[in-house]
């Protein structure tokens, strides 16, 4: 096993959402995490995925991106920001979210001034689908970046979209989530209440 990435493909342990939105347990320094899902979503292929106790690994991600190739600040967020995100946050802010929510037949709506899209009323479906489902773990790295890559390149991660052309779901999630922008471009904003 490559070991730069070890621990994401073998984990010693794997935090469930609970744990990871009540307890200190997520660095709060950059690194790359790896996510897990007891149920997969349906239409996900999982041939030659890595599945450990029960959950399959489907994602993979950084904190912070890469900086700027023309120079200039990079991100400032940590693996304690990302995950956390992913866990409670909402589709427009979060890829993870954005893509469990199409995969499982969430109303994607535009909100606010019509330029961000949500899944509204559904992002509490989606986390507490992921409360029953998804799992994290993840391992520091000062340049996550490099690691990312050579895991998308190493690794079946159906749900990665970018660095990640060439595996067999790529173009069908994509036209998933186009589809679903798309509706959702098409419907009135959404206004609560």
């Known amino acids: ?91 427009e802010g979060s890829t993870l979210r954005l893509t469990l929510g199409c995969l499982l037949g969430f109303e994607l709506r535009r909100v606010g001034s019509g330029k961000r899209r949500t899944f509204v009323d559904r992002e509490s479906d989606l986390s507490a689908w992921m409360e029953q489902n998804a799992a994290v773990c993840w391992i520091e790295s000062d340049e996550p970046w490099g690691v990312e890559k050579t895991l998308i390149a190493s690794v079946c991660l159906p749900l990665n979209l970018d660095q990640n052309r060439n595996h067999p779901f790529h173009a069908a999630l994509s036209a998933i989530r186009r589809a679903t922008k798309r509706r959702a471009d098409e419907l009135p904003v959404w206004r609560a209440g």
């Open 1 to 91: 096993m490559n070991e730069p990435f070890r621990e994401l493909l073998d984990p010693p342990r794997l935090w469930s959402r609970h744990e990871v939105l009540t307890t200190a347990c997520v660095p709060r320094t950059a690194g790359v995490y790896a996510w897990y899902f007891r149920e997969v979503p349906p239409a996900v292929p999982t041939e030659g995925c890595i599945v450990r106790n029960e959950f399959t690994l489907l994602y993979a991600g950084i904190a912070p991106k890469a900086p700027p190739k023309g120079g200039g600040r990079a991100s400032s967020q940590t693996l304690f920001h990302r995950i956390r995100y992913h866990m409670q946050g909402n589709a």
